[in-house]
C-alpha cells in the first residue's frame, strides 16, 4: 500500500508570495494517479489538479502541478487571500485512494 | 445546477449503525458515481469507498470493508452509506460527492454530515 506524505505540515506566507507544497509517495506510482484537493474551514474539499498536472475545471492557473515517480509538487504562484487553507494530495487510481495528511498553507 | 444534500447530523451509541444520505439533483443521477470521504474532527481526509448508482457495483476502503454499505434509490435519487458497529473512531463528518466515472475525481460535494458516537 502506497503512503503519501505532505510536507511541510504546515507553511506560513505572505499574500503575493509563491507556495510550494510537497508530496511524496513511499513507491513510485503513475502520474495519472495524483489529485490535490484544498479544503476551507467548515467546507467540503474541493477538488485542484488530477493527473498530477491537470487543472480541475474552474481552477485559476496560478495552481500548478508537476512531479513523477515518488515526488509530487503543487506550487500557488502568487498567493492570493482565498488561498489560504488545508491542502491534501491523494492517490486518485487503484485501490486504495489514500489521502496524505495535508499542509495547512496559512498567513504570516 | 447540481446539488448533493445530505441528510442532518446523527448522535449513537457504540456498536449501533447509522444510515447517511445524499439527495441529488441537478443532473442524471445514474450517470456518475458517488464517492463517500470521511474527516474525523481536526483531522485529514479518510477515503471510505464508491457507488455506481446505474449497476450498484462498489468499491470500499480495506478498513471498512464488512462494516460499510452503499446504496441507493433511483426514485428518489439519493444515494445512502450505512456504517455498522460504531466506535468512537467513527465520530466525523462524512461528505458524499459526485464522481465521473471510472476515474472517481469528484466535481460535486455534499454539506457533510456530523456522526457523533458517544455513550
Known amino acids: 500500500e502506497i503512503v503519501l506524505t505532505q510536507s511541510p505540515g504546515t507553511l506560513s506566507l505572505s499574500p503575493g508570495e509563491r507556495a510550494t507544497l510537497s508530496c511524496r509517495a513511499s513507491q513510485s506510482m503513475s502520474r495519472n494517479y495524483l489529485a490535490w484537493y484544498q479544503q476551507k474551514p467548515g467546507q467540503a474539499p474541493r477538488l485542484l489538479v488530477f493527473a498530477t498536472s491537470n487543472r480541475a475545471t474552474g481552477i485559476p492557473d496560478r495552481f500548478s502541478g508537476s512531479g513523477s515517480g515518488t515526488d509530487f509538487t503543487l506550487t500557488v504562484s502568487r498567493l492570493e487571500p482565498e488561498d489560504f487553507a488545508v491542502y491534501y494530495c491523494q492517490i486518485s487510481g487503484g485501490t486504495p485512494r489514500t489521502f496524505g495528511q495535508g499542509t495547512r498553507l496559512e498567513i504570516k | 445546477q447540481v446539488q448533493l444534500v445530505q441528510s442532518g447530523a446523527e448522535v449513537k451509541k457504540p456498536g449501533a449503525s447509522v444510515r447517511v444520505s445524499c439527495k441529488a439533483s441537478?443532473?442524471?443521477?445514474?450517470?456518475?458515481?458517488i464517492i463517500w470521504v470521511r474527516q474525523a474532527p481536526g483531522q485529514g481526509l479518510e477515503w471510505m469507498g464508491w457507488m455506481n448508482p446505474d449497476s450498484t457495483n462498489t468499491g470500499y476502503g480495506q478498513k471498512f470493508r464488512g462494516r460499510v454499505t452503499m446504496t441507493r434509490d433511483t426514485s428518489i435519487t439519493t444515494a445512502y452509506m450505512e456504517l455498522s458497529y460504531l466506535s468512537s473512531d467513527d465520530t466525523a463528518v462524512y461528505f458524499c460527492a459526485r464522481a465521473v466515472r471510472n476515474d472517481l475525481l469528484p466535481d460535486n460535494w455534499g454539506q457533510g454530515t456530523l456522526v457523533t458516537v458517544s455513550s
Open positions: 441537478g443532473y442524471s443521477f445514474t450517470a456518475y458515481d
